[in-house]
């Protein structure tokens, strides 16, 4: 069964970069078809997919982003160590959410638990 854990620090001030790693156990990140992705729930809002990274034939990797979110989103991976990380950079008080990790076919079939990340000075 394959689980997610979000980790990175809790307190980001205004204007810097917001890093989040997921670590993977019980699947691999190499594993076709699946979308590994980060999603966000700001207090008192909805989900909101952040961005998402897939590992194609010949050790190559698709990504795609939120548009309103792109021109500050980073999705790398490390196979070697079975995680993905988020960067997202400027970062304002709206920004102040729960992170979460999932694995997507089509629809999340596995989640993080969650992190909540605030953005303050």
């Known amino acids: 069964q394959v689980q997610l854990q979000e980790s990175g620090p809790g307190l980001v001030e205004p204007s810097q970069t917001l890093s989040l790693t997921c670590t993977v156990s019980g699947g691999s990140i190499t594993a076709q078809h699946y979308w590994w992705s980060w999603i966000r729930q700001s207090p008192g809002k909805g989900m909101e997919w952040i961005g998402s990274?897939?590992?194609?034939?010949?050790?190559?990797?698709?990504?795609d982003y939120n548009p309103s979110l792109k021109s500050r989103t980073s999705i790398s991976r490390d196979p070697a160590k079975n995680q993905f990380t988020l960067q997202l950079s400027s970062v304002t008080p709206e920004d102040t959410a729960v992170y979460y990790c999932?694995?997507?076919?089509?629809?999340?079939?596995?989640w993080g638990r969650g992190t909540l990340v605030t953005v303050s000075s």
């Open positions: 999932a694995r997507v076919e089509a629809v999340p079939d596995a």
């Open positions: 990274i897939a590992y194609e034939d010949s050790a190559d990797y698709s990504r």
